[in-house]
């Protein structure tokens, strides 16, 4: 059973009953439905609640679209954070990973290849040997440097 808040052309609400929605709809188009208070066959279903909110869902993504800026914007770093973190970044590569030096273009194409032990390591090369790493396909960082005069 389900129960319509009804309005009659006069304005009178009355609930009906009925065994479904489409038990309700056949009684509207058969007149079968009539105002407990003037008699009148001429009534409607009052919008529903649930009418309503699923309106207002339907709405809901069509205005979120057009409006990305109201969602929160991730923090941006400032300038002495950032250092920060690259500071940190290089102190932990300098504990954490292996020192190889000007080999490391050699050493990381070696651990890329199998031929020594794959462990973390750091150092410089050249743009050239960058350049071959890149060809090769073996992973690399380069490491923006914290301090410029470093
Ligand atoms: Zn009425």
């Known amino acids: 059973m389900v129960v319509y808040n009804l309005i009659c052309k006069k304005n009178h609400k009355f609930e009906g009953w009925f065994p479904s929605f489409e038990g309700y709809k056949k009684q509207a188009r058969n007149g079968q439905i009539s105002c407990p208070v003037c008699g009148t066959s ?4 009052v919008p529903h609640a649930c009418a309503v909110h699923v309106k207002r869902e339907e709405r809901t993504p069509e205005k979120s679209r057009p409006n990305p800026p109201e969602k929160p914007v991730p923090p941006v770093l400032t300038e002495a954070e950032a ?7 290089h102190q932990y590569v300098r504990e954490n990973f ?3 030096g000007p080999r ?3 050493e990381a194409r070696q651990i890329f290849h199998g031929e020594v032990e794959a462990r973390p390591i750091h150092g410089t090369s050249t ?3 960058t350049q071959a790493l890149d060809e090769e396909g073996v992973p690399y960082t380069i490491l923006p440097k914290p301090e410029l005069d470093s």
Do not use: G, P, T, Y
């Open 83 to 89: 250092k920060e973190m690259l500071i940190r970044l």
């Open 127 to 129: 743009s050239e040997e």
């Open 104 to 106: 490391f273009a050699e």
């Open 42 to 45: 001429k009534v409607e279903k």
């Open 98 to 100: 292996e020192n190889v």
